[in-house]
């Protein structure tokens, strides 16, 4: 069995910890992260350290790749572009807990998690360090690209795009043959009958823009943490 280790140990780390376990490819050696002390215990399992340990870290554990587990998308990508100048050939794997149902043809990326009680119907693709959360669907012939998340709860119909770094929040619904484009977020609870350009924020039943949105824009709870990391990163990028 491969040993592997997470990137991130807030709760969200964990939940796909036990995605690993339940699904139990991989041997996880623990966790690195950023903003936690090393030696701290989350979930039976220490941090190790930071990505910038992670030359280190490859030659104690043997580590044979690993994924990164961070919410917001912006701070995922950014810490995999981290990873990339730290140990560039370094392997991502694709997690699926056993109590999702992939249909015939689903193709899913390295770094994406599929999150218990999800759906993903016959030819859909998911890109590059996705997630996709619990007990959301996505319809037939759906396309997500690389670094966006569909949140729990989630439901969309066939011939779905997302857009690059763009996340869907909890319990939307989005009708069939939509595209949203990059970087953008359609908040929790909405329902989405037209397609979305790049870089909104749109809100409501029917949703409805709200504002322009930069990548680097928090949506997330939790958003003052999230913002103090990305500050910490740019910082040592």
């Known amino acids: 069995m491969q040993n592997v280790i997470i990137f991130g140990a807030s709760g969200h780390g964990s939940v796909v910890l036990d995605c690993i376990e339940k699904e139990a490819k991989y041997n996880v050696v623990g966790f690195a992260d950023s903003f ?47 990873i990339l100048k730290i140990a560039p050939n370094f392997n991502y794997i694709s997690v699926v807990h056993p109590k999702a149902e ?25 890109g590059k360090h996705c997630i996709i959360n619990t007990n959301s669907s996505l319809g037939h012939d759906g396309l997500i690209n690389d670094f966006s998340s569909l949140a729990p709860g989630v439901c969309v119909g ?8 763009s996340a869907i929040c909890l319990g939307s619904n989005i009708i069939e043959n939509i595209t949203i484009g990059s970087h953008s ?12 350009a790049d870089n909104l924020l749109v809100y409501g039943a029917p949703a409805r823009v709200i504002k322009k949105r930069i990548a680097s824009e928090p949506y997330l ?10 500050t910490l990163q740019e910082k040592k990028m």
């Open 221 to 230: 709870a939790g958003k003052k943490k999230l913002q103090s990391l990305n």
């Open 36 to 82: 936690e002390e090393k030696g701290t215990e989350v979930c039976g399992y220490q941090v190790l350290g930071s990505e910038y340990d992670l030359p280190f870290l490859i030659e104690k554990y043997q580590l044979q790749g690993g994924v990164v587990a961070i919410g917001d998308n912006s701070t995922r990508s950014l810490v995999v572009q981290r």
């Open 185 to 196: 977020v359609v908040g929790a609870g909405s329902l989405v009958l037209d397609s979305i």
């Open 158 to 165: 066939g011939n779905f795009v997302l857009g690059k770094g």
């Open 102 to 126: 992939l249909g015939k043809g689903v193709h899913i990326g390295a770094g994406s998690v599929v999150m218990p009680g999800v759906t993903i119907n016959v030819n859909a693709r998911i």
